[in-house]
Nanobody, 122 residues
Framework: QVQLVESGGGLVQPGGSLRLSCEAS????????MGWYRQAPGKQREFVAS???????DYADSAKGRFTISRDNAKNTVWLQMNNLKPEDTAVYYC????????????????WGQGTQVTVSS
């Protein structure tokens, strides 16, 4: 079974940077779209950024110009570089994969990581 393992969250001051990582582990043939979502206290989970195997990317307006998503297809890993962080970026960040192809030809869909806390505060 495929699992997503996240790391890189923490406490940072406004204007600081953090880099989140997420690795899809298990016996995997390929991973389709990888992305990041976040959920702040009392709010719904929201889209942050995504990247396809082709490296095509998409960003939420709140992330444009400050966050950069990247991936390594060989390592089934996605990163989110977050710069110029603001207090409103405080949230639990979740990694998501929309589809994973196993060597058996079976797909696993809509996988989520356990979440990593990002706190932006002085």
């Amino acid at each position: 079974q495929v699992q997503l393992v996240e790391s890189g969250g923490g406490l940072v001051q406004p204007g600081g940077s953090l880099r989140l990582s997420c690795e899809a582990s298990g016996t995997i043939y390929s991973v389709n779209k990888m992305g990041w979502y976040r959920q702040a206290p009392g709010k719904q989970r929201e889209f942050v950024a995504s990247i396809f195997r082709t490296s095509a990317t998409d960003y939420a307006d709140s992330a444009k110009g400050r966050f950069t998503i990247s991936r390594d297809n060989a390592k089934n890993t996605v990163w989110l570089q977050m710069n110029n962080l603001k207090p409103e970026d405080t949230a639990v960040y979740y990694c998501n994969v929309d589809a994973v192809l196993l060597p058996s030809g079976i797909y696993e869909y809509d996988k989520w990581g356990q979440g990593t806390q990002v706190t932006v505060s002085s």
